[in-house]
Each structure stands twice: as structure tokens, then as C-alpha cells.
T-cell receptor, first 113, second 115 residues
Framework: EAQVTQNPRYLITVTGKKLTVTCSQN?????MSWYRQDPGLGLRQIYY???????DKGDVPEGYKVSRKEKRNFPLILESPSPNQTSLYFC????????????FGSGTRLTVV | AQKVTQAQTEISVVEKEDVTLDCVYE???????LFWYKQPPSGELVFLIR??????QNEISGRYSWNFQKSTSSFNFTITASQVVDSAVYFC????????????FGTGTRLTVIP
């Protein structure tokens, strides 16, 4: 089954403790992206990657890092999480034909206390 | 710059009523794509429809229909004979060829269907 897999689904952590949210896709897609969803703000792009070793900032990149060492994986790294990063995070991938939109993962609900 | 506006924050309807969710977009690109996604209480994003800027034909899929009007920059979504399972947050989104592969989302409309 074609899918984007994110882990974990739920995560509660403390301020300053480094964490990684993993994302993997099995569709051989070139494009991958991370979004965060906040009430009243919709979804906003954090980072995106157009191919292996090619990443760039989205609209809200502060406090996040990403890497794309393999085509299928695109982890999101929070080096020093803060409470304002409490949010619902989605990983997504696309074939590169953006007309078809993105396939989204199931989401990761992160709480930073 | 791209922008999507969903002015309706929350809507409540009684089951079997029809409901229309509004979406207004802004872009200077002539080639763009419009999408609707459904987010049920479980949280995942479910793709509903895409439409490109050159195709203004309206579309119907079962109880769902979409009205795309370039003249008013709108891409509205109508649910006919609503059901409790339609309760969800609905997002309208826009992408452009020159847009760094980004999907620009509206803020969403929370639809509650009351049995």
C-alpha cells in the first residue's frame, strides 16, 4: 500500500530535550515536506526537500532541522524543543507533479512541556 | 503571494441538510491547482479533489460537489444531504507551479452535522 509513515503518533517531551520525528514514504517520491497545524492557522510548511541532499526552508523553519540522506526518509529534528512547538505535525510526499498534490502521513501530535 | 481564505470557521447543520463550504483564493500565477482535504476527528488528512486553473468545469462525486469560478476566485464545496460522518474539518488548499512545491492552506472550516 502506498503510504507515508510517521512516527511516533503522539509524543510528550520536556523543553530542551532533543527529539526526532521520523517520516518514510514507499512511493519513490522526489518531493517531501513537513507541515505543522495550529488552531486558526491551518497548515504551514516548515521545510521541504526536492530530492536527496536538497532541502530548503518553508514558511516557519525556526527551531527545526531536516535531512534527506535517502529518498524515502525525511526526518524532522527539534534540537531544543520549546512549548511554542506544541503542534500537530504532518509529513507529506509528492511525485513532483504538484498537480497531484501531496500524500500525507497520519500526523504526529507533539506536546512540549 | 498566495493566499487561501476560508471565512467560515465553524458550521453546524442538521443531518440531511445541504451545506456549502466557501473557499476564496489569491494568486497571480495563471497556472495553479486547487484542492480540498477532509480531516476527520481521527486527525489524518483525506484528499477529496484537485482542480487545475484551466478546468472550470464543476464536479460532482456522490453527495459532494465543487463549484470553481475563476471570475470570483472561488472554489466552493457543497455537501448534499449531510450525514453525521461528514463531521470534520475541511481545508481548501492552493499550489502554484512557481511555489517551491508548497501547498497553501486555508485555516479550515469545522463542520458539525447534528443527528
Amino acid at each position: 500500500e502506498a503510504q507515508v509513515t510517521q512516527n511516533p503518533r503522539y509524543l510528550i517531551t520536556v523543553t530542551g530535550k532533543k527529539l526526532t520525528v521520523t517520516c518514510s514514504q514507499n512511493m519513490n517520491h522526489e518531493y517531501m515536506s513537513w507541515y505543522r497545524q495550529d488552531p486558526g492557522l491551518g497548515l504551514r510548511q516548515i521545510y521541504y526537500s526536492m530530492n536527496v541532499e536538497v532541502t530548503d526552508k518553508g514558511d516557519v523553519p525556526e527551531g527545526y532541522k531536516v535531512s534527506r540522506k535517502e529518498k524515502r526518509n525525511f526526518p524532522l529534528i527539534l534540537e531544543s524543543p520549546s512549548p511554542n512547538q506544541t503542534s500537530l505535525y504532518f509529513c507529506a510526499s509528492s511525485s513532483g507533479q504538484l498537480s497531484y498534490g501531496y500524500t500525507f502521513g497520519s500526523g504526529t501530535r507533539l506536546t512540549v512541556v | 503571494a498566495q493566499k487561501v481564505t476560508q471565512a467560515q470557521t465553524e458550521i453546524s447543520v442538521v443531518e440531511k441538510e445541504d451545506v456549502t463550504l466557501d473557499c476564496v483564493y489569491e494568486t497571480r500565477d495563471t497556472t495553479y491547482y486547487l484542492f480540498w482535504y477532509k480531516q476527520p476527528p481521527s486527525g489524518e488528512l483525506v484528499f477529496l479533489i484537485r482542480r487545475n486553473s484551466f478546468d472550470e468545469q464543476n464536479e460532482i462525486s456522490g453527495r459532494y460537489s465543487w463549484n470553481f469560478q475563476k471570475s470570483t476566485s472561488s472554489f466552493n464545496f457543497t455537501i448534499t444531504a449531510s450525514q453525521v460522518v461528514d463531521s470534520a474539518v475541511y481545508f481548501c488548499a492552493l499550489s502554484v507551479v512557481t511555489g517551491a512545491n508548497n501547498l497553501f492552506f486555508g485555516t479550515g472550516t469545522r463542520l458539525t452535522v447534528i443527528p
